[in-house]
């Protein structure tokens, strides 16, 4: 009896493999090249900054004739105005970049229409999405950055039980958690690392009375600008911004994967399709990674120094629901770093 189940189980399994393999090339479907030439261009909102984008779209431009118009805004800002824009019927997006967590709050709203873009198919299995609504296009790890004027290379912190030491209270820079989901998200993952012990880790880092910035960009600006000596941020900010900063090379390095979506209500849908595939081919990905992003592509990196070895060191973070942000946000990390 039990050798019959296992071989239904198998069954089922096998049936539920080629269902997914169907689903997913049926949106994986070439998008109308001379639909999207005559849409003109593509409405973009992403947290890339735009002068690492700048590659990327002239070469899409390039390709196809077609202009790209880019808001850039943190993750948390994206997906505010593109919520707030669908709430009130007049989505002015085709595109959404942002990190998983946000990407997922507004899948769960009906924001996008699923789509597959072809070159998307051979990136690694464990960041696709089954329902096809969010394409997997590069990857985002974290660690300490420092400026290399202000920090001298005795003093440099080699972990983030470091940032602790009395020596860099008040010249630390983090993203405020109460409003940064990445920041928030990347807190309440150090469960990974600390266990039970990661809230107490964030009352340490709370204590440490560090500047709060708006979102992951401005702590690599605070760094340059001597505002604060050492900070945590994405590690391609040193590509991306020019002044005397480096990063901390770690054993491990929480990571965020980042999406592009379609709009469920694209006004240049052709174009849409495009620029996401575009972004996941060899040479949109070539493009991004050369000014510091960390992309899916195999073999292709960022010149950035060891940025080989950062990727066999990534752990992915895992994604709190909407309600645990809003927990977490409003009143866990509000009452650490705005109590009295």
Not at 6 to 30: K, P, T
Not at 170 to 199: C, M, V, Y
Not at 286 to 301: N, Q
């Amino acid at each position: 009896m039990r050798r019959v189940m296992n071989c239904w189980i198998r069954f089922w399994e096998i049936v539920a493999i080629i269902a997914y393999l169907a689903s997913s090339s049926a949106f994986a479907q070439q998008a109308n090249v001379e639909a999207g030439k005559k849409e003109g261009k593509v409405v973009v909102y992403g947290s890339v900054v735009p002068q690492a984008m700048e590659g990327l779209h002239q070469a899409f431009k390039k390709k196809y004739g077609i202009d790209v118009e880019y808001w850039r805004g943190s993750s948390t800002q994206v997906s505010e105005r593109a919520l707030s824009e669908w709430r009130a019927g007049r989505p002015g997006f085709d595109v959404v970049e942002g990190n998983r967590g946000v990407q997922l709050i507004m899948k769960e709203e009906g924001l996008f229409a699923k789509y597959v873009p072809p070159a998307a198919e051979k990136f690694p299995a464990q960041f696709k999405e089954r329902d096809a609504l969010i394409t997997p296009w590069r990857v985002l790890p974290i660690s300490i950055l420092y400026n290399t004027e202000l920090v001298k290379p005795n003093e440099v912190p080699k972990t983030l039980d470091d940032l602790l030491n009395p020596k860099w209270t008040g010249k630390l820079s983090i993203p405020d958690p109460t409003r940064h989901t990445t920041t928030a998200q990347f807190l309440r993952n150090l469960e990974k690392f600390k266990g039970d012990k990661w809230l107490d880790y964030v009352k340490a880092l709370a204590k440490q009375k560090p500047i709060l910035v708006e979102s992951l960009a401005p702590v690599t600006t605070t760094i340059i600008k001597g505002e604060a000596s050492i900070g945590i941020t994405y590690i391609k900010y040193i590509k991306q911004y020019k002044g005397p900063v480096s990063y901390v090379p770690m054993d491990k390095y929480l990571t965020d994967p980042n999406y592009m979506s379609l709009s469920g209500k694209a006004t240049h849908m052709n174009a849409a399709k495009l620029y996401i595939d575009f972004a996941c081919t060899p040479e949109g990905q070539k493009h991004i990674a050369e000014d510091g992003e960390f992309v899916l592509a195999p073999g292709v990196y960022p010149p950035i120094k060891d940025a080989d070895k950062v990727a066999p060191r990534m752990v992915f973070m895992d994604n709190p629901s909407e309600e645990e942000f809003k927990k977490l946000m409003t009143g866990t990390f509000r009452d650490i770093f705005f109590g009295k």
